[in-house]
């Protein structure tokens, strides 16, 4: 089992840059791939980014490539979106989530735990 909890998030315009944290606990943070998922009302949750156990491999939606950029710690059980360059389309909530898989899993039923979400929400 393994709980987890997301900081940041919240208003900017576009252009500017966010940056959301997860903070994992429970059993050993390396034993889980690490995603970013993001949904609004009324559509899927929708891919963003992945990243393995060991931290290399990130892999990103063609959406948000060269402006997200996902990262982790963990000696600090923490998994890092960093946003940079936002858009109005990313408005939305914030999902990260944790998987037992082996590499950069996807979609969402590959992730096994999620965190509770954070709004981001990109004014024009």
């Known amino acids: 089992q393994v709980q987890l909890v997301q900081s940041g998030g919240g208003l900017v315009q576009a252009g500017g840059s966010l940056r959301l944290s997860c903070a994992a606990s429970?059993?050993?943070?390396?034993?889980?791939?690490m995603g970013w998922f993001r949904q609004t009302p009324g559509k899927d949750r929708e891919f963003v980014a992945a990243?393995?156990?060991?931290?290399?491999?990130?892999f990103y939606a063609d959406s948000v490539k060269g402006r997200f950029t996902i990262s982790r710690d963990n000696a600090k059980n923490t998994v890092i979106l960093q946003m940079n360059s936002l858009k109005p389309e990313d408005t939305a909530v914030y999902y990260c989530?944790?998987?037992?898989?082996?590499?950069?899993?996807?979609?969402?039923?590959?992730?096994?735990?999620w965190g509770r979400g954070t709004q981001v929400t990109v004014s024009s």
């Open positions: 989530a944790a998987s037992v898989r082996l590499g950069v899993p996807q979609g969402p039923s590959n992730y096994d735990y």
């Open positions: 990243i393995s156990r060991s931290g290399g491999d990130p």
């Open positions: 429970g059993r050993t943070f390396s034993s889980y791939a």
